[in-house]
């Protein structure tokens, strides 16, 4: 059985993926000297937005019940 490559799953673990490489870049930018603040912040938008979106597919595949 070829597995679906466009499947929500998938889109969540490439997801993860690129937002743990997203932290580690923001910790070695933000340890790097001279500071760059700018890329910092636009790296640290990424991450919301990422996070964001991980979030909504979580939500699509395993929708909470009503209380």
Known sequence: MEP??????RRLIEL???HAD???LIDAAAH????DELLLR???KKR???RDEI???ELALDP???A
Do not use: G
């Open 16 to 18: 993860r993926i690129e």
């Open 55 to 57: 979030a909504r597919i």
């Open 32 to 35: 790097a000297a001279p500071l």
């Open 4 to 9: 679906n490559l466009h499947s929500p799953e």
């Open 48 to 50: 919301l937005q990422l």
């Open 42 to 44: 636009r790296l640290k």
């Open 64 to 66: 909470k019940e009503p």
């Open 22 to 24: 997203l932290d580690a």
